[in-house]
Nanobody
Framework: QVRLVESGGGLVQPGGSLKLSCTASGFSFSTTAMAWYRQTPGKERGLVAHISRNGGSIEYAGSAKGRFIISRDNAKNTVYLQMNDLKPEDTAVYYC?????????WGQGTQVTVSS
């Protein structure tokens, strides 16, 4: 079955960096576009970044532009999110998403907390 496992979250001070990883299994990762979303309590899950199946097309939400970098390693079935210059408002649960066919799949999420 489809499985997405995020890791790399944690507590970081403002201005710090974190790198999230999402390892996928159960589907053809190299032919699937991937995305990172985030969610805070009481708010809808929102797109952070999206990467095409070969990495040639990348999109960022406004808040992520210039600070976050999405990448993927198809040999490792893994998508990454490098987050730099983190701000308290980046605090959220970050989710990995895969969408193919008519289905959307999510990982369990990883908590990122930006606080001094």
């Amino acid at each position: 079955q489809v499985r997405l496992v995020e890791s790399g979250g944690g507590l970081v001070q403002p201005g710090g960096s974190l790198k999230l990883s999402c390892t996928a299994s159960g589907f053809s990762f190299s032919t699937t576009a991937m995305a990172w979303y985030r969610q805070t309590p009481g708010k809808e899950r929102g797109l952070v970044a999206h990467i095409s199946r070969n990495g040639g097309s990348i999109e960022y939400a406004g808040s992520a532009k210039g600070r976050f970098i999405i990448s993927r390693d198809n040999a490792k079935n893994t998508v990454y999110l490098q987050m730099n210059d983190l701000k308290p408002e980046d605090t959220a649960v970050y989710y990995c998403q895969a969408a193919f066919g008519q289905n959307i799949y999510w990982g369990q999420g990883t908590q990122v907390t930006v606080s001094s």
